[in-house]
C-alpha cells in the first residue's frame, strides 16, 4: 500500500511532536514537511507560543523535515490567519504536488476540530487529527516516558499561575499542575518548546531568556539557541 503525502501543522509544541510520532508510526501516511505559522508583530515568532524563528528552523532541522511558514500579518485576526495558512497550503501544494492532507495535534475541542476543516474544506484540503480523544493525563504520561524533552514558553495567568512558565515539562510538572488544568494545556492553560527525544536526530542547546506579561494575560519565556548567544 502506497503512503499519501500529508503535512503536519507544527507550532513546535509537544502536541504536534505526538502528532509527529504517531503520523510516522502509521504506515499509510508519509509526512512531506511542517508547516508553522508566525507572526511579523514580534519577529516572525510562531504564533501564541512565541518561539523564534531560528529556533523554529532547528526544530524541523532536527526533526528531518522540511518547514513552510505562514506569516501572518498584523492585526492577527482570523482572516489574516487564513490568509496566511491559505498562502502556505498552494506553497506546500506545488512543492509536494497531490497533497492535500494536514493533520493537527488536536485532543479535544471539537469546535477548533470543525474550524480547522471548514478552512482546509474551502481550498480542497482535507483535515486529519491524530491524536484525536487521547486521554490527555495519559498523553502527558506517555510523551514524558518516551523521552521526549519540552520545556513551557507560554502560561494563560487566568488559568494558571505564571510560576509554571519556563519550566521543563516533566512529571513534577504535570503533578504540581491545579486540578481543572488539562495536564496537556489543551484549554490553552500553557503551551511548549520541544527541544529533544527520539525523534530529534540531536537535541536543541537552549539558553533560557527573558520572561514577560503580554497583553495582561499571558505570561512568556524566551529561549533562544546557545550558538546564538555567543
Given at each position: 500500500?502506497?503512503?499519501?503525502p500529508i503535512?503536519?501543522?507544527?507550532?513546535g509544541?509537544?502536541?504536534?511532536?505526538?502528532?509527529l510520532?504517531?503520523?510516522r508510526?502509521?504506515?499509510?501516511w508519509?509526512?512531506?514537511?511542517?508547516?508553522a505559522?508566525?507572526?511579523?508583530?514580534?519577529?516572525?515568532?510562531?504564533?501564541?507560543?512565541?518561539?523564534?524563528?531560528d529556533?523554529?528552523?532547528a526544530?524541523a532541522?532536527?526533526?528531518?523535515l522540511?518547514?513552510?511558514?505562514?506569516v501572518?500579518?498584523?492585526?492577527?485576526?482570523g482572516?489574516?490567519?487564513?490568509?496566511?495558512?491559505?498562502?502556505?497550503?498552494?506553497?506546500?501544494?506545488?512543492?509536494?504536488p497531490?497533497?492535500r492532507?494536514c493533520?493537527?495535534?488536536d485532543?479535544?475541542?471539537?469546535?477548533?476540530?470543525a474550524?480547522?476543516?471548514?478552512?482546509?474544506?474551502r481550498?480542497?484540503?482535507?483535515?486529519?487529527?491524530?491524536?484525536w480523544?487521547?486521554?490527555t493525563a495519559?498523553?502527558?504520561r506517555?510523551?514524558?516516558a518516551?523521552g521526549?524533552?519540552?520545556?513551557?514558553v507560554?502560561?494563560?495567568?487566568?488559568?494558571?499561575?505564571?510560576?509554571?512558565?519556563?519550566?521543563?515539562?516533566?512529571?513534577a510538572?504535570?503533578?504540581?499542575?491545579?486540578?481543572?488544568?488539562d495536564?496537556?494545556g489543551?484549554?490553552?492553560?500553557?503551551?511548549t518548546?520541544?527541544?529533544?527525544?527520539?525523534?530529534?536526530?540531536?537535541p536543541?542547546?537552549?539558553?533560557?531568556?527573558?520572561?514577560?506579561?503580554?497583553?495582561?494575560?499571558f505570561?512568556y519565556?524566551?529561549?533562544e539557541?546557545?550558538?546564538?548567544?555567543?
Open positions: 500500500m502506497m503512503s499519501t503535512l503536519l501543522s507544527w507550532s509544541g509537544k502536541d504536534c511532536l505526538m502528532a510520532a504517531a503520523l508510526s502509521d504506515p499509510a508519509h509526512v512531506v514537511g511542517l508547516l505559522t508566525v507572526t511579523g508583530q514580534y519577529q516572525h515568532r510562531v504564533a501564541m507560543h512565541g518561539i523564534r524563528n529556533v523554529l528552523c526544530q532541522a532536527a526533526l528531518g522540511p518547514l513552510v511558514q505562514a501572518m500579518a498584523a492585526p492577527a485576526d482572516a489574516a490567519y487564513e490568509h496566511a495558512r491559505v498562502a502556505a497550503l498552494n506553497e506546500a501544494a506545488q512543492r509536494w497531490g497533497v492532507h493533520a493537527y495535534g485532543l479535544f475541542l471539537a469546535d477548533v476540530r474550524w480547522r476543516e471548514a478552512l482546509l474544506g481550498h480542497g484540503w482535507h483535515g486529519v487529527f491524530p491524536l480523544q487521547q486521554d495519559a498523553t502527558a506517555h510523551f514524558i518516551a521526549h524533552r519540552a520545556v513551557t507560554c502560561v494563560d495567568t487566568t488559568q494558571l499561575d505564571d510560576r509554571f512558565s519556563g519550566r521543563e515539562f516533566d512529571a510538572f504535570v503533578a504540581e499542575l491545579p486540578a481543572g488544568v495536564p496537556c489543551e484549554n490553552g492553560e500553557f503551551h518548546l520541544s527541544y529533544g527525544g527520539p525523534l530529534f536526530a540531536a536543541l542547546r537552549l539558553t533560557r531568556g527573558a520572561s514577560v506579561l503580554r497583553d495582561a494575560r505570561q519565556t524566551d529561549f539557541l546557545a550558538e546564538a548567544t555567543r
